[in-house]
């Protein structure tokens, strides 16, 4: 793995995070694969309602030995809109297997996992000598 990103979120008008109103899903199986072109993906991880890491590879490592030093480990802190929080949740909800979890019963909710939950999502992974 190349970099880590650690993802944060702004707060609304009343200085609450946005994750009061818009926080983090998650569900049985919590990681959201997100496709960032035909070799690479991201992988995103709730760890509360608040705050998710993004997990970004960097291919050019990819058929080096590992490094257990973690030497060429970066990680940047990011602060997300609220479009983009749901963009996560959607991809929370497209990779789920059968459950979604959620803080708070907002109105929104029951049909936003409605919307995406039929979404499914296959690693293939190829190993080339």
Not at 6 to 15: A, E, H
Request: glycine letters at 4%.
């Amino acid at each position: 793995m190349g970099m880590v990103y650690q993802i944060t979120l702004t707060l609304d008008r009343r200085g609450r995070p946005y994750a009061y109103e818009c926080p983090f899903f998650t569900s049985d199986f919590p990681v959201a694969i997100e496709a960032m072109g035909y070799q690479t993906m991201n992988w995103i991880v709730p760890l509360t309602p608040a705050l998710a890491i993004r997990i970004i590879p960097d291919i050019r490592l990819s058929g080096t030995a590992p490094d257990l030093s973690f030497a060429k480990f970066t990680s940047q802190q990011r602060t997300l809109r609220r479009s983009e929080i749901v963009e996560i949740n959607r991809l929370i909800v497209q990779c789920a297997e059968d459950l979604v979890f959620y803080r708070d019963d907002h109105e929104w909710i029951g049909d936003f996992v409605a919307k995406n939950r039929y979404y499914r999502i296959e690693a293939v992974t190829d190993r080339i000598p």
